[in-house]
């Protein structure tokens, strides 16, 4: 029963990314990325897969941008306050509400403010208008074939009410990713189980289906699968038929019970097993049937820091999304931060204001401390190259984008 | 048929929330918001009704950080690179993989890559190693009775995680608050209708619903009716014994067929009518029931702008949230900005990143067109006292939370 010392080779993360992404690219999984049709008050927080175009002008006929009396400019000319004009109905002009068409020959509206001087069929005016004062001109808020949303952008509620102005009722978006998770592990035991000692519950399948869910796509789970290669193979198989990418959970790292990686170099190719980075480098990204295979580690912060890494921008990409980066932050260490030479450090950071700025507070805790993300508002990233910063260095900290973190915390500080 | 020149008296915004509120706390709206049991595994998105308490340590036993060997760090003392100190299996150490148990006696964990002299049933060490080295303590990441959510915060896929490892399988959410919308104006026809001149398609219940939805609350949109006081009134009555808000879409201004005012002066009581802001001014908060009545004008920004400035404050209130400001970024305008005496003005910006710095590009058009809400990056808000802005001037932006807009902004600009 001698243990011999195996460790996994670790690939620097640019090189991990790059060896992973452009074998997705030549396996053509980028390009499979299929769009389907659908109904335009259905595709909120969808991705828009062509540039939506408006069918119609909007507003599509001439109206009055007031409540008044829509006149013909023209015959106004000669209205003076020493000199009031008497206008009569439906030859002169006509009464408009706001939103009303502002039919021919009349070309203004005049607020029902400024008229003077009514009785049942007439109205007189004091002062000329210009054509076209207080109407909305056709297409003034979309043009006809004007641009709603290009390729490869969310649809927003504003962007959907826009569609059904402009006559689009069904839009092509693009299909969503389905991913399977396999959660793997004989000390893996349900959450409903009460562990025992050397158990533990299963439960970062909520990370990759809660993070899925908020970038478009859909994770299912399933069974927890004991240290058994033959079953876990099994449902690696059934997710390459069903799925566009298969989530292994556990055994990536080179211990008694891990055959992840045996068993993706057996149905494909392992890409990478092990990246160079803190907290999380026993992570694995290999290929079958063209498809992406991604070993998760255990540890939840390492298994976030993949998921954010890796299976972010291959969402990203597959839906075809036009990316933003993440919202940054400066201010300062509140105390020392030691570099891993060779290893790119994600350290999870607390923000304070301050008088002087913003206090950036490192989190303590390795990749098994899931309150460090439950505390922390951004990360903080050091260089593979970087020496170790004293405490009052001036950082750029990457906010955290989830919508219901505290996105407040760019006014607190900036 | 003479007009009047009937308008709305103007509330200043500030006095119109504080009317609508404390009428709505008066009436004990907020302390009806009920809470409901639910998975916590269906909890992403929901808002905590209680603090959420860790029900066991996690971890909950003493376990391997690393892969190696669990010994008894007194006898290690006398292990010296040049005196290695021999350990039999079982007796003074046994083998651990990362996350196994380290059972008493042993409390400490040697790295098995600082194993030397491996064979059959013992090794050697070449240094002594402290207690609780490489030992994961119990609670180590949340002692038993850590808070895990604080009440009134949304559930995230991090805090699912930890609840599940922590025990707690359920939680008490608040219920979702359920809206209903009804769309009113004989002038508005169904989306899938081609509109005829003086026509408009039904489209603002999609802003409604997308922005509730992704508030928390729940939206039902009702059928189209048609300005026949009765039909509207019948409506908001099955609304106010069914839901906890009723929005009714058109019908705010003082045109002729604006009975919107009329119908909930008849129910129960109007609060407001008309806000001193722009765009959307004829915007009109009731009561009934004890439950808001809200009309909205039908201009979509001034619909959105009510949106933002009373019913997300009604409903983060509603939930109980705890409420995060939105972000801001400073900049310079670049091009004046006229002030309205006496109104809030909410200009939609476009920024622009420029050496100098953040530039502000005020976008043109009011209440009518929507094409300046999809081009916007945030609102610079101009208050009631202000002067007009020249061109130049420093300004501060409210960036738009939507998680799906222009986040990267804060970073292209701060």
């Known amino acids: ?42 595709s909120l927080g969808r991705v ?6 408006a069918r119609r002008p909007v507003p599509h006929f001439r109206s ?21 004009l008497r206008l009569q109905l439906d030859r002169d002009f006509i009464y408009v509400d706001t939103g009303d068409p502002v039919p021919e020959p009349f070309d203004a509206v005049i607020m029902i403010e400024q008229v003077t001087g009514q009785d049942e069929g007439s109205v007189e005016i004091a002062r000329a208008i210009d054509a076209n004062a207080n109407v909305r001109a056709v297409g003034e808020d979309f043009p006809l074939g004007a641009v709603i949303a290009a390729s490869g952008r969310w649809m927003t509620p504003e962007a959907i009410t826009a569609c059904l102005n402009a006559g689009v009722l069904r839009l092509p978006v693009r299909k969503k990713l389905r991913a399977l998770y396999i959660p793997t592990g004989s000390e893996i035991v349900p959450p409903e189980k009460e562990p025992a000692v ?3 519950p299963e439960s970062n399948s909520q990370l990759f289906k809660g993070y899925l869910t908020s970038w478009g796509a859909d994770a299912e789970i399933c069974l927890i699968i004991k240290d058994i290669p033959g ?23 080179k211990g008694r019970d891990d055959c992840t990686a045996e068993i993706v170099g057996e149905l494909g190719q392992v890409l990478v097993h092990g990246v160079a980075y803190h907290p999380g480098h026993p992570i694995l990204l290999g290929l079958a049937d063209g498809k992406p295979v991604i070993g998760l580690p ?18 990203e990409r597959y839906l075809g999304l036009v990316v933003s980066r993440a919202p940054t932050i400066c201010g300062r260490l509140a105390e020392e931060v030691r570099a891993l030479a060779g290893k790119r450090l994600f350290v999870r950071v607390r923000l304070e204001k301050t008088p002087e700025g913003c206090l ?14 439950l505390q922390a508002d951004g990360l903080l990233i050091i260089d593979e190259a970087s020496e170790s910063l004293a405490a009052g260095s001036p950082v750029t900290v990457e906010l955290f984008s989830n919508p219901h973190a505290s996105i407040s915390l760019a006014s607190h500080c900036s």
Do not use: N
């Not at 828009?48 to 175009?53: E, G, L, P, S």
């Not at 950036?360 to 993300?373: D, I, Y």
């Open 1 to 42: 029963m001698v243990r011999d010392r195996a460790h996994l080779d670790l690939t620097p993360l640019d090189e991990a990314k790059r060896r992973f992404f452009s074998a997705l690219e030549r396996a053509g999984f980028f390009d499979r990325a299929p769009a389907e049709d659908i109904d335009v008050r259905e």
């Open 48 to 53: 828009t897969a062509k540039t939506v175009i």
């Open 64 to 84: 009055s941008a007031m409540d008044g009396i829509a006149v013909r400019s023209s015959q106004t000319q000669r209205a003076h306050p020493s000199h009031p």
């Open 198 to 200: 050397g158990e533990y």
């Open 231 to 253: 079953l876990i193979r099994r449902e690696v198989q059934r997710g390459l038929s069903a799925f566009e990418l298969v989530a292994i959970a556990g055994g990536t790292s």
């Open 298 to 315: 255990g540890y939840p912060v390492a298994a976030w820091l993949g998921l954010m890494q890796f299976i972010k921008p291959l969402i």
């Open 360 to 373: 950036v507070h490192p989190l303590q805790g390795g990749a098994s401390r899931l309150s460090s993300l």
